[in-house]
């Protein structure tokens, strides 16, 4: 998540960073004091084999949200919470309520494990549980606005809001929509034979989302029949990206397709083929898109053409991209440079102009 | 080689346990699933679970003559071996003969583990994980994400309530008590006491950290290898049989 020259960066070993781009270009070490700031948020160990009071790495599958210069951030061991920047880099004990940090639940309760992100719409914070509920929350206090219980399992994904009504997709393949006002069940839904993979992507007023049988549904809000489906060689897990009527999607299946928006056709002769799955969500900077496969190559392609070039590795052309490392979480664009987080812990960020990986840099 | 190990024995084994899935009652439909993929895969490997017992009972049959040549040579042990080697060739026993079977069949549970805890997806890389040893089939499409609840368990969590360790670490030890001869040299039957108690102890806090998909899979198999021993060998063996003696190492009898 970029916000105000900051990148808000959640990770598996439980820590929330705060990234300032121009310090890490300075080599500075790691937390700077250019608003740089590192939380590791730990929580009461479950195994059997602790005893007393032990504690362990909280872990941060979902992207961070900026709200009103907080950073809100679902926590997969089943906590939403709100940190303060300005607590954070004084290191105050969590939460300090009068800078405006929260927990939701309060104190050692939890809800089901957070997996997808948490969504901001004025002053509310909306957000999916394993539990399978769908929560909304008063982004000042964190107090419960109202939850929906859907009754599913595993609900991972990231609600999508339009005006008065919040959409779910489920994997047990259903498009759920909620009133945002209370969370009563709207009159429309969808349903499909199977799961849904990924999270919705709102075009519109049509709702874009993967399935588990290897397609990607584009559903019209009102329909009960989708508007098209994609087969794809794989899942759609990851967001898509639309610009300009054209539906950018990539697939574990390891290709990149350009799709017509309204009839599903296939815009480039052929897809893009990364060589390998592709879970991140894409960016689209300018005329181009950004995508990394799993293999560590990160490619620039022409979204006009779906001709693209690989980035190739400073240390070696033989190397991929970024280290071979597995890249999962969203990307983060800002002024022409993607930055790309792997899972080695480290930032790469992309001149997706020059074509070029800038730098490495380490987050421990 | 990992890549044949996926092609050829975790992705049928996974694949053919979710679409077992797809066509079960949903509300049990996993659980259900688990046991019945085991009972198959038990039922195909009886030819060689019955080659193994087989060799263990001979083996067993053996120790009387084993014990004697022991005595009669005292500490030359190249002198006991020599024998010991005649007597399994008189016999017609291999005395590793009982451990092969065991061996080939340890692929084919490894891959039932796997299976079990790829197709439980318990955290978003494992389903990420899942799709690349899916078929392309909508049945199995269906199965996914599978339903992880059954009877009391969450298939994808640990049983905090112990009764599944209890279950696990119990028909552990009634499986191993049926077949550990009692030994009449006491450091001999201490190991033995030790070892009986130890594996079901470590299986059963394996079932408290483990999520409970895996110990349903371990006592599913259990409770098989008890009826396949209390059927083939006849009764329950070493299980009924009172502490060690001269005569311990006589075959148990059938049941009739």
């Known amino acids: ?314 240390e070696g052309d033989e190397k991929p991209s970024i280290d071979g490392t597995t890249v999962l979480a969203s990307f983060c664009a800002q002024d022409g440079i993607v930055y790309i987080r792997a899972q080695n812990n480290c930032l790469y960020p992309i001149d997706v102009a020059e074509r070029e990986r800038k730098a490495r840099i380490s987050l421990d | 080689m990992i890549n044949l190990w996926n092609l050829v024995i975790l992705r049928p084994m996974l694949n053919g346990l979710l679409a077992l899935a797809s066509i079960l009652p949903q509300e049990v439909e996993f659980g259900l699933a688990i046991i019945v993929l085991t009972i198959v895969v038990r039922v195909a490997s009886t030819p060689l679970v019955l080659r193994q017992l087989k060799s263990t009972k001979a083996m067993q049959e053996m120790q009387p003559k084993i014990q004697e040549l022991q005595k009669k040579y005292g500490k030359n042990k190249q002198k006991i071996q020599q024998e010991m080697m005649k007597v399994y060739k008189e016999a017609g026993v291999n005395p590793i003969g009982c451990m092969w079977p065991m061996l080939v069949q340890f692929p084919i549970w490894i891959a039932l583990y796997q299976s079990i805890m790829k197709a439980l997806a318990t955290t978003p890389e494992n389903l990420l994980g899942l799709a690349e040893h899916l078929y392309s089939s909508e049945r199995i499409a269906q199965a996914i994400p599978v339903n992880s609840h059954f009877l009391w368990l969450d298939l994808g969590q640990p049983d905090r309530t112990l009764v599944l360790a209890i279950l696990v670490g119990g028909t552990m030890w009634v499986q191993q008590k049926m077949t550990t001869a009692p030994s009449a040299d006491p450091r001999q039957q201490s190991t033995s006491s030790t070892m009986l108690l130890m594996m079901p102890l470590m299986f059963g806090m394996f079932t408290m950290m483990f999520p409970s998909g895996l110990p349903l899979f371990w006592l599913v198999s259990n409770l098989i290898g008890i009826s396949t021993q209390y059927f083939v060998t006849g009764g329950w063996g070493y299980l009924k049989r009172p502490a060690a003696s001269s005569s311990t190492h006589s075959v148990p009898r059938k049941r009739k």
């Open chain 1, 1 to 314: 998540m970029s916000y105000d020259d900051m990148l808000y960066l959640g990770a598996t070993d439980g820590k929330i960073r705060a990234v300032n781009p121009e310090a890490r270009s300075e080599g500075l070490p790691f937390p700077s004091s250019d608003g740089e700031w590192s939380f590791a948020i730990t929580m009461p160990s479950k195994s059997f084999l602790s005893c007393g009071d032990s504690s362990a790495p909280a872990i941060i599958y979902s992207t961070p949200v900026v709200v009103d210069g907080r950073v809100c951030v679902g926590i997969h061991d089943g906590k939403v919470m709100m940190l303060a920047p300005s607590a954070r880099i004084d290191e105050l004990h969590f939460p300090h309520r009068k800078s405006g940090e929260w927990t939701y639940p309060d104190g050692d309760d939890v809800i089901g494990a957070v997996v997808g992100n948490p969504v901001a719409v004025g002053d509310a914070i909306f957000v999916c549980s394993s539990d399978g509920a769908v929560y909304a929350l008063d982004a000042s206090s964190g107090d419960e606005k109202w939850r929906y219980e859907l009754s599913v399992e595993k609900l991972w994904t990231t609600p999508v809001v339009q005006g008065e009504a919040i959409y779910v997709s489920t994997f047990d393949g259903h498009i759920y929509a909620l009133s945002v006002d209370d969370g009563s069940l709207l009159p429309w839904s969808f349903d499909a034979e199977v799961g849904f993979a990924s999270s919705p992507l709102l075009y519109g007023d049509t709702i874009l989302v993967g399935s588990f049988d290897n397609n990607l549904y584009a559903v019209r809000i009102g329909d009960e029949k989708p508007l098209w489906r994609f087969q794809g060689g794989n899942w759609f897990w990851a967001l898509p990206v639309v610009s300009d009527g054209v539906v950018y999607a990539v697939c574990l299946d390891g290709k990149v397709y350009a799709l017509d928006a309204e009839t599903g056709k296939a815009k480039w002769g052929e897809p893009f083929d990364a060589g390998s799955p592709i879970a991140a969500s894409p960016v689209a900077v300018d005329d181009s898109l950004v995508v990394a496969a799993e293999s560590g190559d990160v490619y620039v392609i022409d979204m006009q053409t779906g001709v693209g070039a690989r980035i190739e590795n400073p």
